[in-house]
DNA sequence: CCAATTTCAATTGCGTACGATTTAATTTAC
DNA sequence: GTAAATTAAATCGTACGCAATTGAAATTGG
């Protein structure tokens, strides 16, 4: 039975994914009553650190294709809270932008969110420490990949 | 300023989501040439530990409704892998059964991923570490939302 | 300057995830 | 013994993810 090194990375693949949809629903939580969707709230988070990005930017950061994008996206425009168009200077690009309830959604959205995270009770050093380890861990996948 | 509590949050969240869509790419590239996805694998991988399973015991080790599992079965006995049949002690439960394939292509499908798995040259202590720490966060996740 | 290449967003198709509801079978309680 | 409660799978609807392709716009090379 030599299958033991594959075995811790079946359990390692199946922890991280568990962990992924648990995370998300513990958000969810604090999402669900703006109507917000996890992916959604990603986007949030890319515009207002950087308002009025192109699409293939706000994919950059968050790993997501224009065929998970546009479709987000249009949602998003739908609820109001961004704005497409296209750049004038290059007519393949569009341009997200945050409508003013996007921008002023913020601190009430956050503060949702707070409230759900400080039931959690992890230690913050524990924190730190796995997102260190998953630091490596995604840059190790990340090169085995390209 | 005082949003550094969830920001930690936010931030090991994205990494969790991250790694583990990564993982599940990295398997997958394992995994399509016998037409599988990873969430098919998982199926495979409680069944090998532990054939002719109610559905309902697949969704408890996996975390799956009826919802996910009931097309992803039907897609896995239109492939050959499983077999699905009423319970004769009780006609609520659907046992899911490997067929002669699924029970022997077990053999072939770890050589395939652990070909993979070997190019990926993180420590096993590494490994080891973040499985444990990624139980914690799971445990405080899962207590958190029930 | 203009054909070939590259870069974008959109589209198509398939397979999850999951909240909510429905329907059927079994248990439980009186 | 049967009505009420419980359990189990299936169904419905919405929203991702992502491989693959398409089509339009910009860039580049000769």
Redesign the interface.
């Known amino acids: 039975m030599e ?1 033991s ?2 075995t ?20 969810q939580q604090a999402l669900q009553p703006f109507g917000l969707t ?1 992916p959604q709230y ?1 986007v949030l ?1 890319a515009l207002w650190e950087e308002d009025r990005q192109p699409l293939h930017a706000l994919g950059e950061q968050l ?1 997501f294709g224009s065929n998970t994008l546009t479709p987000l996206l249009k949602r998003m425009e739908n609820k109001g809270w961004i704005t497409r168009e296209l750049a004038s200077s290059d007519h393949r690009q569009l341009i997200i932008q945050l409508t003013e309830t996007g921008r002023t959604s913020k601190t009430e959205i ?1 503060q949702s ?2 409230i ?7 230690d ?1 050093a ?6 260190a ?6 840059a ?3 090169k ?2 390209d």
Chains 1, 2 share one sequence.
């Open positions: 299958d090194d594959m811790l990375a079946n359990q390692l693949c199946f922890s991280m994914y568990r962990a992924s949809r648990l995370f998300i629903k513990f958000y996890y990603l988070l790993d956050f969110i707070r759900c995270v400080r039931q959690q009770a992890i913050p524990d924190y730190q420490d796995l997102l380890r998953n630091h490596i861990l995604i190790t996948l990340e085995m990949l």
